[in-house]
């Protein structure tokens, strides 16, 4: 029951003043929940904060029971790790040196990997299917191959809780479903707790188990998938009417009906 | 390590050892290389002994470690501003340790007070960080590499009219020198400066080379390494004190020296195709090292017995590489 890997309670959180109020959560180890809402409602400000790129304003943080603030740097490094909308800067790099970055929690004082630590970035290498170009130069590959990358570099850290800010925004429907269906073996396999944040409704409805609906920088509706991905939540949500989601949204949907 | 690397490597110090050689068996003095080797082997006395000890020695020492700071300092700067064209000279940061180290220079002429290399340096790092400083200022305020440099440039440019100004208005014989220096030349070196140069040099590279872990996931993006737990605040600011230390010995003792801090490190990064600052850093040393010293036999001897400023030699083979980097531009580059 208590497999609980991240809590947060009331945080507040933001830059010079609150940009998020009062966000109240947790999170299971095989858990994905999606952080969803329109523009500007706070996603990215609770993903950065969540992954200590941003102090806190208020609030308790939990990962795995332990308060955040009293973790070490390097401790937190091995239970959470992120994978941002930032540039990556990876000239003169493979994708498997990338992705091996990742073990720079678990490295010595000059970072020399062990044998280990090569296997661990093998390991998600073939996790995430990237084999075929581990070892090309990170900046040649394709924009889904290196999201791959990253997403395996994040694996790669074996972290308790992975943060993936809007990770499928740059691919094509293949890779989205191809990274979707990783994220969801890698949540299932690892007993990892994922907290994601997307802009696609219908593929946040599939692989969410639940999720949290903010706006305005407050938590608009949040709890199990089916119960939060409704029509009417989303409408609301996102201030359109029925009739327009209807039309863009469910589509799909009622021609399989 | 890979066995490209460590070939590499191997080629490095044999350059070194090379460019070493060149430089205590040629000068304007005729001494033949069995004279030369009998010297360094057996010691002597009489003019050539002279010579070699107490110039060549010196000298070729000062353009090897000085050349591998310039290229370190080189590297370090294009880390912290994620810049391949950021350099100690062209972000002004030489210019500005020129100026305080020339104000210090007069100063100390004037009111006959001896100078030590050390006070030099503290002068000369003085300059440096009060330029750094300004370009950490611009630089939170543009956006764009290009025009980041552009400012470094233009600070170099006053901190060169200031010092041009004072130089021109204490024409005194005490300070004969400072117009070669001030132009920038590994000449007149002593073997009590290579020791301070030493003694400066080496603990920067070895804090340096200390940092390449937290430096190489600095390198893959700041908010990854604050992710991996690096302390991103902490490694900024050992960046910005190396690279104005290891900048501002150069200049106090060989003057403002162009293009190497740039033009090393993008060879060097080509060469050993990687981004691993655990063999960069010393790659870079080495290669500035070779750099310096090859252009100084240049400086010395193509017009012998007229020198050419050492920026002179630097300019006309490092300027290429760097328009070269800015053509073939964003591919290969550190912007990706």
Known sequence: MD???????????????????????????????TVIGPNGSGKSTLLKTLAMQLPRRGGHVYISGTDADKLQPRERAKKISVLLTERVNASLMTCREVVEAGRYPYTGFFGALTDNDREAASEAIRLTASEEFAERDFNAVSDGQRQRILLARAICQQPEVLILDEPSSYLDLRHKIAFMETVRRLAAEK????????????????ISDSALCLKDGRVFCMGGADGVFTAANMTKL????EEMFERYINTYNKERM | ???????????LAVLTVLALCLNLGFGSADISV??????????????????ITKIRVPRALSALILGGALALAGYLLQMFFRNPIAGPFVLGVSSGAKLTAALVMIGAA???????????????FIGSMASLAFVLLISRRVRGMSMLVVCGVMIGYICT??????????????????????VGSFSGMTTENVIVILAVTVPALVGSFLLSKPLGAYGLGEEYAVSMGVNVRLLRTALIFLSGLLAACVTAFAGPVSFVGIAVPHIIRRVFRTSKPIILI???????????????MLARTVFAPTELGISTVTAIFGAPVVILMMIRGKRGGMNG
């Open chain 1, 3 to 33: 497999n609980v890997k991240i809590e947060a309670r009331s945080l507040c959180a933001g830059y010079t003043s609150d940009i998020l109020t009062d966000v109240s959560f947790s999170v299971r180890g095989g858990e994905i929940m």
């Open chain 2, 110 to 124: 004037a009111s006959r007070v001896p100078l030590s290399s050390a006070a030099m340096v503290g002068a000369a």
């Open chain 1, 238 to 241: 996102f201030d359109v009417s």
């Open chain 1, 191 to 206: 007993n990892t707790a994922v907290i994601m944040s997307m802009h696609e409704l219908d593929m946040a409805r599939e």
């Open chain 2, 282 to 296: 010393p790659a870079c040393f080495l290669g500035g090292g070779i750099f310096c010293m090859l252009c100084d």
């Open chain 2, 1 to 11: 390590m890979k066995r490209g690397h460590v070939f590499a490597f191997i080629a």
């Open chain 2, 161 to 182: 009219a200031v010092t041009d100004f004072v130089i021109t208005f204490a024409q005194d014989s005490d300070i004969a020198n400072l117009h070669s220096w001030s």
């Open chain 2, 34 to 51: 069995s004279e030369t080797v009998g010297i360094l082997l057996r010691g002597g006395s009489g003019t050539a002994y002279d010579i």
